[in-house]
C-alpha cells in the first residue's frame, strides 16, 4: 500500500484544512487508518484513527471536538477536517494504514504498516 497525504498549508488561527490520504491498491478497505503529527523536536504522536468500516473512530483529548477522521473507500481515501485551529496544532502531518481486525482502531504508531510522506500544517497565530 502506498500513500499519498495533501491539503496541508498555513492558516491563521481559528481557520480550517482538511487534509487527504489517498492509497494504492484494491484492499483499502481492509486497513484501519490514523492520522499522526511531528512538530520540531518532538515526538510523532497520534492525533485520530478510524476503523476498517469507519464507523469506530478514536481522537486525542487535544483534537477532540475539532478534528474529525473520515474515509471514503470507494475512493481509497481517508479525511482529516481540522477547524478551529490552534498555532500548536502546526506540525507535520503523516497518514498511516494497518491491518487490524474490522472495528479496531490503533493508536500506537509502532504497530502500523505503512506511512504516509507527510504534509505540513502551519497555524499562525
Given amino acids: 500500500v502506498q500513500l499519498q497525504?495533501?491539503?496541508g498549508g498555513l492558516v491563521q488561527a481559528g481557520g480550517s484544512l482538511k487534509l487527504s490520504c489517498t492509497a494504492s491498491g484494491r484492499t483499502f478497505s481492509s486497513y484501519?487508518?490514523?492520522?499522526?503529527r511531528q512538530a520540531?523536536?518532538?515526538e510523532r504522536g497520534f492525533v485520530a484513527g478510524l476503523s476498517r468500516s469507519g464507523a469506530v473512530t478514536y481522537y486525542a483529548?487535544?483534537?477532540?471536538?475539532?478534528f474529525t477522521i473520515s474515509r471514503d473507500?470507494?475512493?481509497n481515501t481517508v479525511y482529516l477536517q481540522m477547524n478551529s485551529l490552534k498555532p500548536e496544532d502546526t506540525a507535520v502531518y503523516y497518514?498511516?494504514?494497518v491491518q487490524v481486525p474490522i472495528a479496531a482502531v490503533v493508536t500506537d504508531s509502532?504497530?502500523?504498516d505503512y506511512w504516509g510522506q507527510g504534509t505540513q500544517v502551519t497555524v499562525s497565530s
Fill in 95 to 97: 497518514c498511516a494504514a
Fill in 40 to 42: 520540531p523536536g518532538t
Fill in 5 to 7: 497525504a495533501s491539503g
Fill in 32 to 36: 484501519g487508518m490514523g492520522w499522526f
Fill in 73 to 75: 473507500n470507494a475512493k
Fill in 61 to 66: 483529548d487535544s483534537v477532540k471536538g475539532r
Fill in 110 to 112: 509502532r504497530r502500523y
